[in-house]
C-alpha cells in the first residue's frame, strides 16, 4: 500500500508559478514509477510529467520546458515547479505510482498507475 498527498495547488495568474508536491508513504521502495497527472471535468486525465527509478523523466509536449520535476527520495517527496503558468494549465493535478516497471515512453500512461493522491486544484487565470 502507498498512500499519497499532494499539497500546493492554488491559484495563480497567467505567467505565474505554483510548486506541487507529493509525499508518499507507505510501501514506497515499492514504487517503480512516480509521476503527475491532470484532469479537466468533461476530458480524459493526462500526464505532465512522470520518473523511474532509473531518474528517466517524461514531459507531457505541451509542458514546453515550463514545468521541472524533482524526485526526493529521501524524503519520498515528489515536486512539480511549474512556471509561465497558461490559463489552459487549469486542472486538478493528481500524484501517482506505480509498480510496474515500465519503458520511458510509458511513463505517461494513466493506466499503468495504481495508488493515486486525491489531487490538488490549480487554476490559471488570464
Known amino acids: 500500500q502507498i498512500d499519497l498527498v499532494e499539497y500546493g495547488g492554488g491559484s495563480v495568474q497567467s505567467g505565474g508559478s505554483l510548486r506541487l508536491s507529493c509525499l508518499a508513504s507507505?510501501?514506497?521502495?515499492?514504487?517503480?514509477?512516480m509521476g503527475w497527472f491532470r484532469q479537466v471535468p468533461g476530458k480524459e486525465r493526462e500526464g505532465v510529467a512522470a520518473?523511474?527509478?532509473?531518474?528517466?523523466?517524461n514531459y507531457g509536449d505541451f509542458v514546453e520546458g515550463r514545468f521541472t520535476l524533482f524526485h526526493d527520495t529521501a524524503k519520498n517527496t515528489l515536486t512539480l515547479q511549474m512556471n509561465s503558468l497558461k490559463p489552459e494549465d487549469t486542472a486538478m493535478y493528481y500524484c501517482?505510482?506505480?509498480?510496474?516497471?515500465?519503458?520511458?515512453?510509458?511513463?505517461?500512461?494513466?493506466?499503468?498507475?495504481?495508488?493515486w493522491g486525491q489531487g490538488t486544484p490549480v487554476t490559471v487565470s488570464s
Open positions: 501517482a505510482a506505480s509498480l510496474i516497471k515500465m519503458r520511458r515512453h510509458s511513463l505517461l500512461e494513466d493506466k499503468w498507475y495504481y495508488y
Open positions: 520518473i523511474d527509478n532509473d531518474r528517466s523523466i
Open positions: 507507505g510501501y514506497t521502495r515499492s514504487a517503480e514509477s
